[in-house]
């Protein structure tokens, strides 16, 4: 049995021009990373916030999962 993609997931996975902020994460706070709003990106390999999302960001700096 083929499947096939909808219009919708096609559309919201190529529509993404948003400007990310890329974040060092290891895997065991993984978790703590997700609270703070984080997203991980599975083509770059690598844990983001939106660089719009200031409060997340200074949350993340104080976490130490971004670097100055």
Do not use: H, I
């Amino acid at each position: 049995m083929r499947y096939a993609r909808s219009e919708s997931n096609v559309a919201s996975s190529s529509s993404s021009t948003q400007v990310k902020t890329s974040l060092t994460v290891p895997f065991a706070r993984k978790d703590e990373a997700k609270r703070l709003g984080a997203r991980w990106d599975p083509e770059a390999r690598t844990w983001w916030l939106p660089s719009d999302a200031q409060s997340a960001l200074q949350k993340a700096r104080a976490a130490g999962f971004l670097s100055d």
